[in-house]
C-alpha cells in the first residue's frame, strides 16, 4: 500500500504546529507583562504618557533584491553532480510552506516553493499535493504560509500568504501525477503594496526541456529547520516524469525546485521541475520525481502571471 508523503507531512507538521503556537503563546505573556511594567514607570516618572501607535496600513520599502546565499555545493567553481545533499542557511528565492497557524502565523513546515517570474511579482511555484489532497478526500486549498529565505526559525523577508492558487482539474479530479504541479499568487499581510520578487528576486523557467540535464534541487525536509541542496543529473522516468536521485529529501521537500544552470552570485536558474508527481515525488529521500513542465503547465502558469496584483 502507498504511504501518500502529504499526509505524513501534514501530521508530523502538527504536532510541531501545537508546540510552537504555545511557545509563541508564553512569549506574548510575557512580553505583556514587561510592557505593563514600562508603562507603569513611565506614568510614575516623567508624568508624560505613551501615545498609541497610529493603527495604520503601511506599504513595505522594497530594497534591492537580496544577495543569494548560493551553496557551493550547486554553484562553486567547484561542484560537480552527485548524490549527497548538503545543508546550507537558504536562498532568498526558495522557501518553506508552512502550515497556517492562528492569526495567520507560520504553523510547521511541510513542503517547499519558489518564486517565479510574474509581471506582478507575486507568483510561486510548488507540488499540487501540497496545497490539495483528492487521494485523501480533499479538494479544497488548504491554508498555508510561504516564507522565502527561512531558516532556523528565522522570516528574514516575512510570510506570505496567498490570494489565488491555480491547479489543474486533472489534478483536482484524480490527483494525476503528471499535473502535479500547483502556482500561487501570495501577498504579505499588512503591505499589500509590495512586491515578492523584488525583496528577494525571482527564478525563470522553462518548458520543454531536454532531458537528461544537470540540475540544482533544494527542498526543505520538515524534520530540519534548514533547507538541503544537491546538483545532480535529472533524467527521464516516464514520458511525462522525470527522476532525480540524491539523498536527504525527505518529507517537506516535495514542491522544491529542480533549477537549471543557478548563477552562483544571484541565485537565478529555470525552473525545470517541483519534486512531486510519481508516488507524489518519491517514496524514499534517496528517489525524488518530478511531473514534465508540459503545455498545460504553461496554461497554468500563464493563469498564474495574468492575475492582477492588488494594492
Not at 510552537?20 to 505593563?36: H, M, P
Not at 506614568?43 to 551553496?71: C, F, I, N, W, Y
Not at 506570505?160 to 504541479?181: R, S
Request: charged share 15%.
Amino acid at each position: 500500500m502507498v504511504v501518500r508523503r502529504l499526509r505524513r507531512e501534514r501530521r508530523s507538521a502538527v504536532t510541531r504546529s501545537q508546540l510552537r503556537v504555545l511557545t509563541r503563546t508564553l512569549g506574548v505573556l510575557a512580553f505583556g507583562v514587561c510592557f505593563a511594567l514600562v508603562l507603569d514607570q513611565a506614568d510614575h516618572g516623567s508624568g508624560d504618557k505613551l501615545a498609541a501607535a497610529p493603527q495604520t496600513v503601511e506599504h513595505r520599502a522594497m530594497p534591492a533584491p537580496a544577495p543569494a546565499a548560493v551553496p557551493a555545493v550547486l554553484a562553486g567553481p567547484k561542484a560537480t553532480p552527485g548524490t549527497a545533499s548538503t545543508p546550507f542557511v537558504g536562498m532568498p528565492m526558495v522557501g518553506a510552506v508552512f502550515l497556517s497557524g492562528q492569526g495567520g502565523h507560520p504553523g510547521s513546515h511541510y513542503c517547499t516553493a519558489s518564486v517565479v517570474d510574474s509581471p506582478g511579482g507575486d507568483v510561486i511555484a510548488t507540488a499540487a499535493h501540497c496545497i490539495e489532497d483528492p487521494s485523501n478526500g480533499s479538494t479544497t486549498a488548504a491554508p498555508f504560509v510561504f516564507v522565502p529565505g527561512y531558516h532556523d526559525g528565522k522570516e528574514p523577508y516575512g510570510a506570505w500568504t496567498p490570494v489565488k492558487v491555480l491547479i489543474d482539474p486533472h489534478w483536482t479530479a484524480n490527483a494525476d501525477p503528471d499535473y502535479d504541479i500547483a502556482f500561487a499568487v501570495v501577498q504579505e499581510p499588512g503591505h499589500p503594496g509590495a512586491r515578492l520578487s523584488q525583496l528577494v528576486g525571482a527564478e525563470g523557467i522553462a518548458f520543454g526541456t531536454k532531458l537528461p540535464a544537470v540540475v540544482s534541487g533544494i527542498g526543505y525536509p520538515a524534520s530540519a529547520e534548514q533547507p538541503i541542496a544537491c546538483l545532480n543529473t535529472l533524467k527521464p522516468f516516464q514520458p511525462t516524469q522525470s527522476e532525480f536521485d540524491c539523498a536527504g529529501f525527505a518529507d517537506g521537500s516535495s514542491g522544491g525546485p529542480l533549477l537549471l544552470g543557478v548563477d552562483p552570485a544571484t541565485g537565478r536558474g529555470s525552473l525545470v521541475g517541483v519534486i512531486g508527481g510519481y508516488q507524489e515525488g518519491g517514496l524514499t529521500p534517496e528517489v525524488s520525481y518530478a511531473a514534465t513542465f508540459s503545455g498545460s503547465v504553461r496554461n497554468l502558469y500563464q493563469q498564474a502571471i495574468a492575475v492582477r496584483p492588488t494594492g
